[in-house]
C-alpha cells in the first residue's frame, strides 16, 4: 500500500554521518539479479569532502526520507559552482536517488526537499539524477535497456523511478545512450583499408596508456577531455585535483592493452580509454571488499570478457583526421588479444550525430537510453 505523504519525513544528513544514506540501495534492489552493489569503502570516500576534490568547487546536502522512522527513500542536491561559472547559470541538481515503490509521497517529499535547498541558495530550475557532475560516468536515469545488468559505472534504477520523477513536475531535458557491439566480426575490409591509408599519411602512432607515468598521462587524457568535450551540452572542465583523483580511482582498473593515446609528432592528440567490466567482479562482493575478494579482483580484472568505452576524445584542431576511426580499430584489436568479447560506448549525448553515425558505421547499435529531467524553480 502507498504511503500516505503525511506520513512522510524528509531529514538533512550530515555528510560525516552518511551510514543511512549508503544503505538505502539494499532496501530497494535486495530482489534485483541485475543490481551491483557499490563497494561501502568507495562510496564513503565519494562523500567525503576530503577525499573527493568536487567538493573544492561544490556544496551538497543530502536528505533521507522516513516513514514512521523507517528509512525510505534518499536523495542528494547539488550546487556546482563550477558549472555555474563555465554556463553562465544558475543550476542546481539532484542526485543519488533512491525511493522504495511504496514510497512515492517521500519521492515528492525528497524532490521538494532538493528543490528548496537548491533555490535558497540561487539556483533557477533543479536537473538530474546527475551524481555529482556530467563528468561522471554514470548520468542519468536508465529508460530503455532493463533487463541487463549494468556496465562498470553505468547508471542502474528501476523503472518506476520515472514514473515517480515526472509526477513531481519534471520534464525530459536531455537522453544519453548507450551503444553495443559484439567484438566479432571485425570491422570491415574497407573501414581496415581507411585505416592503414590514414596511419601511412601521418606520423602518427597509437599507444598504450603508460602505468609507470600514469598520473602525467591522465593528465593528457584530461586536457584532450577539457578540449574535445567543451562545446558539448552540460560540459563542465575536469580541475587538475579532479584529473588526480580519477587516476587514483582509475588506476586498478585500467588494462593498458585497451586504454589507449594517439599522438601526432609527439604531441598526444586523443584518446580511447576502455574499462573492464569490473561489474562482474563486484557483484559477488556485495558492497565489501575483503582480502579473498580483492585477490579476486586482482587476478581476475584481465580475464573480463566484457569492456566499457568510457572516456573517448580527440582535439579539437585534430578532428577529421580519422583519429578516432584509428583509435577505435586500434582498441577493437587489442581488446580480441585479451579475451573481450562485448563492448560498450557509453554516454552519447542524443543529438551527438556525428558520433552516432560514426559507432552505427562500425556496426554499433543503440540499446540502453538515460534520461536527463529538469524542473524550472517559480
Known sequence: MPYPASSITVLPIALHDTKAFLRVPWRVYHRDHCWVPPLQIERRAFLNPHKNPFFQHAQVQLFLAQHQGETVGRIAAVINQAHDQFHGERAGFFGLFECLPEAA???TALLQAATTWVQARGATFLRGPVNFSMNELDCGLLVEGFGAAPVFHSAYNPPYYAEFIEASGFTKCKDLLAFYRHYH??????ILQLVERL???RNLTIRPINMHNFRQDIAQVAAIYNDAWSDNWGFVPLTDAEAQHM?????LAIIPEVALLAELDGEVIGCFITLPDLNQLLQPMRGRLTPWGMLRFLTRRRR???VRIAIMGVKKRYRRLGVDLMLYVETWKQAATV???RG???WI?????????????LGASAYKRYRLYQKDIE
Do not use: F
Not at 185 to 190: E, F, M, N, T
Not at 247 to 251: G, H, I, K, T
Open 304 to 306: 573480463l570478457d566484457t
Open 344 to 346: 560498450e560506448a557509453a
Open 349 to 361: 549525448l542524443e543529438d551527438n550525430h556525428l558520433m552516432i553515425r560514426a559507432l552505427e558505421a
Open 199 to 201: 596511419q601511412a599519411r
Open 185 to 190: 566480426p571485425w570491422p570491415s575490409a574497407r
Open 247 to 251: 587516476a587514483s580511482a582509475l588506476r
Open 105 to 107: 509521497s517521500a519521492a
Open 339 to 341: 579475451g573481450v568479447v
